[in-house]
């Protein structure tokens, strides 16, 4: 099964329901009307403008995906400023149960309770807490599944914008890249034994590419009843994209090959689906997942006392 969604949110402009490709229209009232011919009327105050495309694909030798993606975008301008945008993927764990039902879980309470997470909570408080509610859903969902419990588990990568902030928290091999001027910087570290055998200084970068741990998951969600979150905090820049995806991409493309794709081609579609086609080329044997999401203008803020304010 392949499908995807093209998404572009212009919340900078007075316009309709962000994301809707509408034409624009004012919020409220009339274009005359003098609160909106204020340059700093809170509505017309450029803050993020973002667009993006996600694909899933079951690969060519899965019987089913157990991938799972998903995402929350503001209904408004107000919303885009109090909450942001929200993009998660999760890939079930592959020997456990239900993979695809641990995905679906995990994806689906993070983006409920980012739906009603309290206006303008701390970025980096706010998806820790949402990924071991999260894990607290799957493991429950994994006791409940039959008798005795089922060993359930997923990874989880999720990505929060606001402002000109991306906070990535992940658990799992689940990667989001940052690509900017043609170069992908990698913001997550893959939870395997094989890359904690790097850490510790036991394994080398090519050894461990090539051990039979690499894809052996040292942290997941949903197998313990707590789970420890890796949260990394990034400025955006306008023409910046982030990439979530599977292990089912980012084993078969590199980081280089994903930047060059990413900078010569215009189309977010059109990339991804070239992205998930050279995966099944190259290997095929797992689900293969992938979000891209390209800042097209961007707000700079300061924080005082917790409360945002423009840079000029």
Do not use: K
Request: aromatic share 4%.
């Amino acid at each position: 099964m392949i499908w995807r969604s093209n998404h572009r949110a212009a919340s900078q402009r007075a316009s309709g329901n962000a994301g809707s490709g509408a034409p624009d229209h004012p919020i409220t009232g009339s274009p005359d009307h003098p609160m909106l011919q204020s340059p700093d009327h809170p509505m017309l105050r450029p803050m993020l403008d973002v667009e993006f495309t996600e694909l899933s694909d079951r690969g060519r030798v899965r019987e089913q995906n157990e991938d799972y993606l998903g995402y929350v975008v503001p209904e408004t301008p107000e919303q885009a400023r109090t909450h942001g945008w929200l993009f998660a993927l999760a890939d079930g764990v592959g020997g456990h149960e239900d993979g695809e039902v641990a995905s679906r879980t995990a994806v689906e309470s993070v983006l409920a309770g980012f739906r009603d997470a309290a206006a303008g909570e701390l970025q980096t408080a706010l998806l820790p807490r949402l990924i071991q509610a999260a894990n607290a859903q799957v493991y429950d969902a994994g006791l409940a599944a039959c008798p005795g419990g089922s060993a359930m588990a997923t990874t989880l990568a999720a990505c929060h914008l606001r402002y000109d902030r991306a906070v990535v928290a992940h658990v799992g091999d689940s990667r989001c890249y940052l690509v900017r001027r043609g170069q992908a910087r990698l913001l997550t570290r893959d939870h395997t034994v094989a890359n904690e055998q790097v850490r510790l200084g036991l394994l080398s970068a090519e050894e461990a590419a090539q051990a039979p741990t690499r894809h052996m998951l040292s942290r997941s969600v949903g197998n313990e009843l707590f789970v420890n979150v890796d949260v990394c905090d990034q400025q955006v820049l306008p023409a910046d994209i982030l990439v979530l995806c599977s292990d089912g991409l980012h084993g078969a493309i590199t980081a280089p090959e994903l930047a060059l794709l990413l900078s010569h081609n215009a189309g977010l579609d059109a990339v991804a689906q070239e992205l998930v086609a050279i995966a099944n080329q190259r290997d095929g044997s797992d689900n293969v997942s992938v979000q891209l999401i390209r800042v097209r203008n961007v707000e700079r803020v300061g924080m005082y006392r917790g409360r945002p304010y423009r840079l000029r």
